[in-house]
């Protein structure tokens, strides 16, 4: 059998043992809420907390409209965030789960499972303050089904990056320092805090070919603006993805393999 049928068959028997990799993703979770008065609820908390008062400071800062500026900070932010903090767990992904690899045979793909749930269960306490921007600015154009259907790609570039990052980092431990630097400088450089029309014409392309800020785009515009994300914006942000399967895909036939050794 080829590495490649082994990989897909690695994910099949993985999907299969959907109550192994939800059981511990839940389990990581509720371990947060442990002697705490709000748990993971603190990071909606917090994520609401800056919006409103960046909001309240930029929208002058960068001469926005005040309820347009905060509805498309509030997606920015709290989506941006959420791949920072991704990509960062799923580079412990195949530590965190050691004991449960060492014990038996349990597909590779199990351990990034288990991480994408716990993942997504975290998200789930800040995507709330989206709409609750949405309803004290009086934002009553929401595109929904064009905001949902963005959102479905954004978490698919997130899962494929968390992926090659997780294997990246158990190859090579420093992986997630790199990591942490490289999205300190894309902050900047991506459309979260400003708009792209504060920047100079020349300097355009640094937002049209940031893939980061297109992901962005097929949720903040539906949501902030009340359009559809642009054609451009989809055609970046599916050849992205289409990148990222490609070489995520690669990196776990190669070394799915060498990953008990590499713990």
């Not at 748990?39 to 309240?56: E, H």
């Not at 992926?163 to 902050?187: E, K, P, Q």
């Not at 450089?189 to 400003?194: A, D, I, Y």
Request: proline share 3%; aromatic share 16%; glycine share 6%.
């Amino acid at each position: 059998m080829s590495q490649w049928r082994k990989a897909l068959s690695d994910w099949s028997h993985g999907l299969g043992a959907w109550g192994i990799w939800l059981h511990y993703g839940i389990a990581d979770i509720r371990k947060q809420y442990k002697r705490t008065f709000l748990g993971p609820v603190w990071a909606g908390v917090s994520a609401a907390i800056f919006v409103f008062t960046f909001a309240y400071v930029g929208s002058e800062l960068f001469a926005n409209d005040a309820r347009s500026y905060v509805n498309y900070l509030a997606v920015g932010y709290i989506l941006y965030n959420f791949l920072v903090s991704n990509t960062l767990e799923f580079c412990s992904a195949f530590n965190n789960s050691e004991n449960l690899l060492n014990n038996g045979p349990l597909p590779r793909s199990v351990p990034l499972l288990r991480t994408w749930v716990k993942n997504l269960l975290a998200l789930a306490h800040t995507l709330p303050v989206i709409a609750l921007v949405a309803l004290v600015s009086g934002n009553d154009s929401v595109l929904v089904f064009h905001a949902l259907l963005g959102l479905l790609v954004f978490l698919l570039f997130t899962f494929l990056f968390g992926v090659i990052a997780a294997l990246l980092n158990l190859r090579y431990r420093d992986t997630h320092v790199a990591l942490s630097n490289v999205f300190m400088i894309t902050f900047f450089m991506t459309p979260v805090l400003w708009r792209r029309n504060g920047l100079p014409e020349a300097k355009q392309f640094i937002v049209d070919y940031n893939p980061i800020a297109q992901l962005l785009d097929l949720v903040r515009m539906p949501v902030a603006e009340g359009t559809a994300a642009s054609a451009w914006a989809w055609h970046v942000s599916l050849v992205t993805i289409a990148a990222v399967a490609l070489v995520a895909a690669w990196l776990f036939v190669i070394w799915r393999r060498k990953v008990t050794y590499w713990l």
